[in-house]
């Protein structure tokens, strides 16, 4: 079936280090991918997306790009933040849903200054 | 606040104890759905509303748990008999209709089966 495979946190950086979150993926077809963000204490929110192969998502200056050759969506960040501090979520849709979406396991990013 | 809202946002209930949680989408969104979230994991997918129609219940994770939607509107999640293997988030979030329509989240139920 359809699965979603993320890099194990936590993730530790220094405030402006390089973020690299890797997440791969086993799908049939090509599905739109996700990231997802959940900042402490509040609900999930959408960060970036993209739709087709090649597409690059972009948000708040985090970046992904759609990889079918090799089954990828890694996210990066050229300049942490302490902000930024939170967990991601690399998500996928069922077939046939949108909005009905496996997600992977999260990976905990801590930013220190 | 016009987000996804999700009550209570803590429940604490004993073993064999039935309970409910109450989600309140963005109003107009007609998709509503209901995810679960155990530590140190990501969401899972457990149902899903279009209106008050459930469009699929097969990933509901026993005949323990149901769901509703009435009228279209809020949402109740029901988990009867609770078991501690039942203690996680669970998730509400929300969409417009259409393809490429962003889902919105609550900020969860936790609940704690002790």
């Known amino acids: 079936g359809d699965s979603v495979t993320q890099m194990e946190g936590p993730v530790t950086l220094s405030e402006e280090a390089f973020l690299t979150i890797n997440c791969t993926y086993t799908?049939?077809?090509?599905?739109?991918l996700f990231w997802y963000v959940q900042y402490p204490g509040e609900g999930l929110q959408l960060l970036l997306k993209?739709?087709?192969?090649?597409d690059k998502g972009s948000n708040k200056g985090f970046e992904a790009t759609y990889r079918k050759e090799t089954t990828s969506f890694h996210l990066e960040k050229g300049s942490v933040q302490v902000s930024d501090s939170a967990v991601y979520f690399c998500?996928?849709?069922?077939?046939?849903?949108?909005?009905?979406?496996?997600f992977g396991a999260g990976t905990r990013l801590a930013v220190h200054p | 606040d016009t987000g996804v809202s999700q009550d209570p946002r803590h429940k604490i209930t004993k073993r064999g104890q039935n309970v409910t949680f109450r989600c309140d989408p963005i109003?107009?969104?007609?998709?509503l759905y209901w995810y679960r979230q155990t530590l140190g994991q990501g969401p899972e997918f457990l149902t899903y509303f279009q209106n008050e129609a459930q469009l699929e219940k097969s990933r509901l994770l026993s005949d323990r748990f149901s769901a509703e939607r009435p009228k279209g509107s809020f949402s109740t999640l029901e988990i009867q008999r609770t078991e501690q293997g039942d203690s996680a988030m669970y998730l509400c979030?929300?969409?417009?209709?259409?393809?490429?329509?962003?889902?919105?989240f609550g900020q969860g139920t936790r609940l704690t089966v002790v």
């Open positions: 109003s107009e969104h007609n998709r």
């Open positions: 799908a049939t077809g090509y599905p739109s």
């Open positions: 998500a996928l849709p069922f077939s046939g849903g949108y909005n009905k979406l496996i």
């Open positions: 979030a929300s969409s417009p209709l259409g393809t490429g329509t962003e889902a919105f």
């Open positions: 993209a739709t087709k192969a090649d």
